[in-house]
């Protein structure tokens, strides 16, 4: 996603554009022109500075929509909600799913984890997302901890993967589980 075309970047854009135009008008007296456009103009560009200090921008999608769009009508819907929900722009939060984050007890307030893509796949037929997070302030034996619970906790059925590809990365690995899995959870 075009980091330029942002929310809170049109919105800034627009109000200084329209305050321009307001004082370029007033300084060649055409009144007419230059109270509105300058007392619209400067509230607008002072939202849109509000909104690029809270802005977080969405995590990198690492497939294009069109891939698995039969599979992903068979998948959870939570599975589906959520690819959306991290794949657009957020304002008034430190990260990408801060509050899942939170009732995971794998926040860090003064350096909570960060999502930085998110890739829908599929494995043995399956479909599944995996996120890939900057660790931050959260170790490993943290995100280890909560293994089970991070299956459940997205939708039900599935089961969690961990993977660090590199140092301070870890990939979430979200996957349904296989009928034996659910049978032996059940006994």
């Known amino acids: 996603m075009n980091k330029l075309l942002s929310p809170g970047n049109l919105i ?4 200084a554009s329209l305050s321009l135009i307001g004082l370029t008008a007033y300084f060649t007296d055409a009144t007419n022109l230059s109270v509105p456009t300058f007392f619209y103009g400067v ?12 802005e977080v921008p969405p995590a990198k999608r690492v497939v294009s929509t069109t891939k698995f769009a039969s599979e992903r009508n068979k998948a959870p819907k939570e599975l589906e909600k959520l690819v959306k929900d991290v794949t657009r722009w957020r304002y008034g939060q430190s990260c990408q799913l801060e509050s899942s984050l939170r009732v995971l007890k794998l926040w860090d307030i003064d350096n909570p984890p960060q999502l930085l893509e998110i890739e829908e796949l599929l ?10 997070f900057e660790m931050a302030g959260v170790p490993l034996e ?9 299956g459940r906790f997205f939708a039900k059925g599935l089961k969690a993967e961990l993977f660090c590809p590199s140092p301070g990365e870890i990939d979430l690995t ?5 009928q034996e899995e659910n049978i032996q959870e059940n006994e």
């Open 12 to 15: 800034t854009i627009g109000g």
């Open 43 to 54: 509230p607008i560009f002072l939202i849109g500075i509000s909104l690029k200090t809270t």
């Open 123 to 132: 494995k043995d037929g399956d479909y599944g997302i995996r996120m890939r």
């Open 142 to 150: 943290r995100w280890n901890a909560q293994k089970e619970r991070l």
């Open 174 to 178: 979200l996957l349904p589980q296989k």
